[in-house]
């Protein structure tokens, strides 16, 4: 069944539409969302939805939660209860949308997540993710908080449940780990801007130990209006993150050291970073000791259909 959503639908709102969708209880539907700015802090729990705008440009999902914003027990919101939008449940497909963190400044509101995804299966094509610090978180959670209550939110004590993501012809910016979690995550032909600062991250991953795949760049371009020389590829947020970047444009913002340890010496040995036929200023530095350029024979394990292997929905 078809929903719709916006002027001349069925529903004035996208929520409205998702309470239906839930309440009705079957496993797939579609929620086509016409045109227009829909200001709503959205989740979705119900296997194998879509939700599809007409065109990103103008279907336009945002909110504007932060992590120091207060609560009314006085307790700060938070990272992970900042998002705009929470899609929790496999197999959802989110096309042609605008999803933003319209918090600001950064400065003051500290971490804004646009799209928290959890769930194995989902894909995002064709959308724009806006945001500054965290854009887009790509659960699960890593076992343990660092500082007690970090971890405060809708999937604090859920079992960590790795999933596969899926983000083609996206446009995803931001200026801190603005990409950032434990879930494998495909990325094609996508463009990652990163927004004026004077130093940033593009990924800060956290792939559990064992994990095979983290992070995965092909094809895409690394642009941006930051400084030439100020930004890094990457940074772990835990000590085995795993980003690899194959075929992709790096433009002279990323700094020639390409990544960064965050003074966890220890991640050199763990972490796994590597580039595979990259071109642009940004790929021309002599990156840190500890990186790797992958051989013919190794990138060949980052294709799509090794990383999807065994059913998921990608290329449906």
């Known amino acids: 069944m078809r929903l719709t959503v916006g002027k001349g639908g069925q529903f004035d709102k996208i929520g409205e539409a998702l309470q239906y969708a839930q309440d009705c209880g079957e496993e797939e539907r579609i929620i086509h969302i016409f045109p227009g700015v829909y200001y709503e802090k959205l989740e979705i729990r119900q296997e194998g939805l879509i939700l599809e705008g007409e065109s990103a440009e103008d279907t336009i999902i945002t909110y504007d939660d932060y992590a120091n914003a207060l609560m009314p027990d006085g307790e700060k919101r938070g990272t992970f209860r900042s998002y705009t939008m929470l899609v929790d449940a496999p197999r959802v497909r989110l096309v042609n949308l605008t999803i933003e963190n319209s918090a600001a400044p950064q400065n003051i509101v500290g971490q804004a997540i646009a799209l928290y995804a959890e769930g194995e299966g989902i894909v995002v094509q064709n959308c724009r993710l806006l945001g500054a610090q965290d854009t887009l978180f790509t659960g699960p959670l890593p076992p343990k908080e660092v500082m007690p209550g970090g971890f405060r939110g809708p999937k604090e004590f859920a079992p960590r449940v790795n999933g596969r993501q899926y983000y083609e ?145 990608v290329g449906d």
Request: aromatic share 16%; proline share 4%; hydrophobic share 30%.
């Open 169 to 313: 012809n996206c446009y995803i910016c931001g200026t801190v780990d603005f990409i950032f979690g434990s879930a494998t995550a495909y990325f094609e032909n996508c463009t990652l801007e990163s927004l004026p600062r004077k130093e940033g991250y593009v990924t800060a991953g956290s792939s559990p130990e064992g994990q095979k795949y983290g992070y995965i760049f092909s094809h895409c371009r690394f642009v941006g209006g930051a400084p030439e020389n100020s930004i890094y590829l990457g940074r772990p947020w835990r000590d085995f993150a795993k980003v690899v970047i194959l075929n992709s444009y790096l433009g002279s913002h990323i700094r020639w050291e390409g990544w960064h340890d965050w003074d966890k010496e220890r991640a050199h040995e763990t972490a796994f970073y590597a580039e595979y036929h990259n071109e642009g200023p940004g790929a021309e530095g002599e990156r840190v000791s500890w990186a790797h350029v992958l051989t013919d024979e190794e990138a060949e394990e980052y294709t799509k259909e090794k990383v999807f292997a065994g059913g998921s929905p």
